[in-house]
């Protein structure tokens, strides 16, 4: 969301916002797993003191992203080592020998 929208949907002026608030504002916006919504936000905004506890969502919702980086990641390895399994299946020793290579750093002699 930009600022210009926020400041519409929060009903503030530019001024109203500073620009690192309107960081933190967007960061928790886009990262917290209990923001489901623009108006989740805003409404957080609204209340008295509101910058104060998106601030305090920061570390969640930096925390949850980088869990979500690592689900992300180990989804990334489990289908490459399904495509390595399905290799082996059809007689593709090779691919799956440089999926090892890459991924577990299992050194294989050439044949």
Same mark, same amino acid.
């Given at each position: #969301?930009?600022?210009?929208?926020?400041? =519409?949907?929060?009903?503030?002026?530019?001024?109203?916002?500073?620009?690192?608030?309107?960081?933190?504002?967007?960061?928790?916006?886009?990262?917290?797993?209990?923001?489901?919504?623009?108006?989740?936000?805003?409404?957080?905004?609204?209340?008295?003191?509101?910058? #104060?506890?998106?601030?305090? #969502?920061?570390?969640?919702?930096?925390?949850? =992203?980088?869990? =979500?980086?690592?689900?992300?990641?180990? #989804?990334?390895?489990?289908?490459?080592?399904?495509?390595?399994?399905?290799?082996?299946?059809?007689?593709?020793?090779?691919?799956?020998? =440089?999926?090892?290579?890459?991924?577990w750093k299992e050194e294989f002699p050439e044949e």
């Amino acid at each position: #969301m930009s600022k210009d929208e926020f400041v =519409e949907l929060a009903g503030i002026k530019w001024d109203d916002i500073s620009e690192e608030d309107y960081e933190i504002v967007e960061y928790v916006y886009a990262r917290h797993p209990a923001i489901n919504s623009k108006q989740d936000i805003v409404n957080l905004w609204k209340l008295p003191n509101g910058i #104060m506890i998106i601030r305090d #969502m920061v570390e969640t919702a930096t925390l949850y =992203e980088k869990i =979500e980086q690592n689900y992300y990641s180990a #989804m990334n390895k489990a289908n490459k080592a399904r495509q390595a399994m399905e290799d082996i299946k059809l007689g593709r020793i090779q691919y799956a020998k =440089e999926y090892l290579n890459e991924y577990w750093k299992e050194e294989f002699p050439e044949e």
